[in-house]
Structures are given as structure tokens and as C-alpha cells.
């Protein structure tokens, strides 16, 4: 079953302006991470945020996470055409769940050049 | 040792046939993760391993699944007597402990049942 939920399901941008991709979850999380998949290919990991943390950046990534709201946002600045992709946010819900990660659907964000 | 490897990338099979994957994940990752995922949808979880011993496996995977982590190194993945819903990507994915610094994926094996 899918733990997460992202919005929007596909965003079309240009190349130059900011990305944000939103996140739901349903359970108590022990942190909460972001990957990447390009077209057939597969995942690669962006970012970790634990549920203690608020924000955090790495490079053009800035995530945020509200546990009162079970949602957490993923912000990509100055994007570029490379960006292209499909994002996951998945859940870690910590020993109860073997520290599994459960994933969202995905937004695939296209940036246009 | 250059990330996760997984082989073939695609099998194309005729149902009611069986496939054998192989994961080969990195070397120090004591955790390996099987992933199926289908068109328009996240990965959904079906098994892990703890070096060699199995301790979870998801209700998505049927008795005509099983997995293998022979002495905690690589990891197979069997599907016997294939059906058309088994056509998928399956991921492997690894990683050091309880995956504090994220999962490693490797590229994934695309399987089609004709």
C-alpha cells in the first residue's frame, strides 16, 4: 500500500524557475526522504529529513516536514533541464515497520529549456 | 565497488515460465530491499533481508515468489510460473544499517510476460 501522497502529479516548468512538490503521509515516521528516477531507471536518494528536523538543504534542494500535518515539501530552485524526472517522497516509519521505506505515487516534473 | 547491480535490465518471458533476477548490492550494505513497481506508481515493498536471514515479506509476494540472500552477499529474486501481472520494473536496493544516510537502488529489471 502507498503511505505517501505527492502533488501536484505532474508540474511543467521553465528552466530558470523554482519547483515545489508536496507530500502527505498517514503514520508516525521516523524520517522521511526524497528520490529521484529518471525514465526507466532507478531511484536515486536526495535527501533525508528526520521527524525531529523542520528543514533541511542540500545544494538547490531546501525539504520541509510538518509532523503536526504528516506533510513535508520539497523545494528545487533554479531548475534545470537535467531536473527532468520522476520525484518520490518515501516514509521510514522506524522499527515498528523494520525501517522499510514506503513510497508516494510521484510527481513527474518536466523542465522545459 | 561502484553502487547496486542488477541483472539482466530486461526479460522478456513467455507466461507460465520462470525468471530468476540477481541483485549484487554494495559490498558494506548489510540490508537488501526487493521493490516492484508498475507504470505511474512508486515502488511498492516486497521483501527484506538482514544479511542473510529474510524478515519481512509483503503480502504482494505470492508463493510463486521467492528470495534469496545466500550468505548475506548477492540476492535473487525468483518468479515461478509467471502471469501477465507480473510485468514490472523490480528494483533491488541496499543499505548500511537501518538506512539512516537513504537506499541505494540499482537500476532495476524490467520484466515483460507475453
Known amino acids: 500500500s502507498q503511505q505517501g501522497e505527492e502533488d501536484p502529479q505532474a508540474l511543467s516548468i521553465q528552466e530558470g524557475e523554482n519547483a515545489t512538490m508536496n507530500c502527505s503521509y498517514k503514520t508516525s515516521i521516523n524520517n522521511l526522504q526524497w528520490y529521484r528516477q529518471n525514465s526507466g531507471r532507478g531511484l536515486v536518494h536526495l535527501i533525508l529529513?528526520?521527524?525531529?528536523?523542520r528543514e533541511k538543504h542540500s545544494g538547490r534542494l531546501r525539504v520541509t516536514l510538518d509532523t503536526s500535518k504528516k506533510s513535508s515539501s520539497l523545494l528545487i530552485t533554479a531548475s534545470r533541464a537535467a531536473d527532468t524526472a520522476s520525484y518520490f517522497c518515501a516514509t521510514d516509519a522506524g522499527g515498528g515497520s523494520n525501517y522499510k521505506l514506503t513510497f508516494g505515487k510521484g510527481t513527474l516534473l518536466t523542465v522545459n529549456p | 565497488d561502484t553502487g547496486v547491480s542488477q541483472n539482466p535490465r530486461h526479460k522478456i518471458t513467455k507466461r507460465g515460465q520462470n525468471v530468476t533476477f540477481r541483485c549484487d548490492p554494495i559490498s558494506e550494505h548489510n540490508r537488501l530491499y526487493w521493490y516492484r513497481q508498475t507504470l505511474g506508481q512508486g515502488p511498492e515493498f516486497l521483501t527484506y533481508?538482514?544479511?542473510?536471514?529474510?524478515?519481512?515479506k509483503s503480502r504482494l509476494l505470492s508463493d510463486r515468489f521467492s528470495a534469496e540472500r545466500p550468505k548475506g552477499s548477492f540476492s535473487t529474486l525468483e518468479i515461478q510460473r509467471t502471469e501477465q501481472g507480473d510485468s514490472a520494473m523490480y528494483l533491488c536496493?541496499?543499505?548500511?544499517?537501518?538506512?539512516?544516510?537513504?537506499?541505494?537502488f540499482g537500476s532495476g529489471t524490467r520484466l515483460t510476460v507475453v
Open positions: 536496493a541496499s543499505s548500511l544499517g537501518q538506512g539512516a544516510r537513504g537506499y541505494t
Open positions: 533481508f538482514q544479511n542473510e536471514a529474510q524478515l519481512e
Open positions: 529529513i528526520r521527524s525531529n528536523e
